[in-house]
């Protein structure tokens, strides 16, 4: 069982958007502003997409979005496109003892 | 161009010892702080451990799973990363990936390997 929690499964037409959640506690995602959301096609290394919760590494679609309230993060992919199907994992730094958490990871279906 | 490229992975019965490495190229290796992570098949990712830079102590941090039983070292001469699996159980089986931490952005993972498949069965 993951320390964050994340829809198994998230699904949208092309064009759409959808919004991924990622729930923890206030010893991690509500604690720090260090939550970051990898992109991970199957059998492929992750990738990341938003790091520092707002922020997109440079060559990163704008269609990629982040943000969070309280111990809650979320990832918003706006006008879906077919390449955009894969899972996607959330992070969060949780201090200087457990140091990093992951979430379950969602698999977002394009359809 | 950064490139991860670990090697070592296998299957091994439970109780048994492993070890895993990681060669990188294409940046600063001695200035790098490197990161373990791992998936099992069909979970989500995992956070197994870190080394620090020389610079920044050379020190080495382990998720509480698998404390006393893995290790992480590296050898800065030859760019490569290891990891020493001691004791393993079948609850440690998954894809090993090593990865960069905060070699371009601070606090995140930035450059990943394609993983080493580890295996723990009798």
């Known amino acids: 069982q993951s320390a964050l929690t994340q829809p198994r499964s998230v699904s949208g037409s092309p064009g759409q958007s959808v919004t991924i959640s990622c729930s923890g506690t206030?010893?991690?995602?509500?604690?720090?502003?260090?939550v970051t959301w990898y992109q991970q096609r199957p059998g492929k290394a992750p990738k990341l997409i938003i790091y520092d919760v707002i922020k997109r590494p440079s060559g990163v679609p704008d269609r990629f979005s982040g943000s969070k309230s309280g111990n809650t993060a979320s990832l918003t992919i706006s006008g879906l496109q077919a390449e955009d199907e894969a899972d996607y994992s959330c992070?969060?730094?949780?201090?200087?003892?457990?140091?990093?958490?992951f979430g379950g990871g969602t698999k977002l279906t394009v359809l | 161009e950064v490139q991860l490229v670990e090697s070592g992975g296998g299957l091994v019965k439970p109780g048994g010892s492993l070890r895993v490495s990681c060669a990188a190229s294409?940046?600063?290796?001695?200035?790098?702080?490197m990161s373990w992570v791992r998936q099992a098949p069909g979970r989500g990712l995992e956070w197994v451990g870190h080394i620090k830079s020389k610079t920044d102590g050379g020190t080495t941090d382990y998720a509480a799973p698998v404390k006393g039983r893995f290790t992480i070292s590296r050898d800065d001469s030859k760019n490569t990363l290891y990891l020493q699996m001691n004791s393993l159980k079948t609850e440690d089986t998954a894809v090993y990936y090593c990865?960069?931490?905060?070699?371009?952005?601070?606090?995140?993972?930035?450059?990943w390997g394609q993983g080493a498949l580890v295996t723990v069965s009798s």
């Open positions: 294409g940046f600063t290796f001695t200035d790098a702080w």
């Open positions: 206030n010893s991690d995602v509500g604690a720090y502003d260090h």
């Open positions: 990865s960069t931490e905060g070699l371009l952005l601070v606090n995140v993972f930035d450059y």
């Open positions: 992070c969060s730094y949780a201090g200087s003892y457990t140091f990093w958490v």
